[in-house]
């Protein structure tokens, strides 16, 4: 009984495959007829590129969890990309004190992503994309 269930899966799991969405029922909406997510009013960089010979910014290739009291060229890194991504005018002088931690934190608003100051994975990911934005810099 086992076998013969198993070539049965094993004769439809292809055919499923290849069925792709039009075999969706008719009353199931595809991923693609969606309701669109409100449109935010910051615009967004629209050419995603890549870390490299094209960054802006090219203090460091480290993107380490950074936070008040930090200091080294991955600080350097990131207030560079916050003066591209957003004109913040701040001095990059490798330095987390209170200016640019408020300075990510309006960033980080400014993204709608999560506001903590801190600058990981999620804050480092979203400047990077703004920061090589061939529009940049965006007003908030």
Known sequence: MRRALGAAAALLLPIALFAGPAAAAPHEKSPSAATPVAAHTVPRPGTVLTQGPDDVCNDTISRPLLHLGSSGPAVAQLQCYLNNAIDAGIDE???FGRVTQSTVM???QCADI???GRVGAQTWSFLTLWANSPDAPFSC
């Open 93 to 95: 002088d490798g330095s």
């Open 106 to 108: 309006d960033f980080q």
């Open 114 to 116: 999560t506001v903590d």
